[in-house]
């Protein structure tokens, strides 16, 4: 599986941004999804995931509440809608096909996208 995410930018703080996780390849419904975050300085940061089929999601407690996942079989991609920004949300964007909460249980990577949340 070929990962490829966007939609980053540059938002004020209290706005919304949708990262978007386009899949190559016809096995993409047989995996979880999960997005990851890294900011300057720190480790990496779960943030959320998805089962194969949509019916299982979770959240890292920093994001509950503001950001959705959601992902389209049909259309091989996995969604996050992140909302009322913080400055601390700033990071570059990783989204993962894999399950859990642990980045080391996911086996496919896509290259990154920068999210910038301004004060």
């Known amino acids: 599986v070929q990962l490829q995410a966007s939609g980053g930018g540059l938002v004020q703080a209290g706005g919304s941004l949708r990262l978007s996780c386009a899949a190559s390849g016809r096995t993409f419904s047989r995996y979880g999804m999960g997005w990851f975050r890294r900011a300057p300085g720190k480790e990496r940061e779960f943030v959320a995931a998805i089962s194969w089929n949509g019916g299982t999601t979770y959240y890292g407690d920093s994001v509950k509440g503001r950001f959705t996942i959601s992902r389209d079989n049909a259309k091989n991609t996995v969604y996050l809608e992140m909302n009322s920004l913080k400055p601390e949300d700033t990071a570059v964007y990783y989204c993962?096909?894999?399950?859990?909460?642990?980045?080391?249980?996911?086996?496919?990577w896509g290259q990154g996208t920068l999210v910038t949340v301004s004060s």
């Open positions: 993962a096909a894999g399950s859990g909460t642990r980045w080391d249980s996911y086996d496919y």
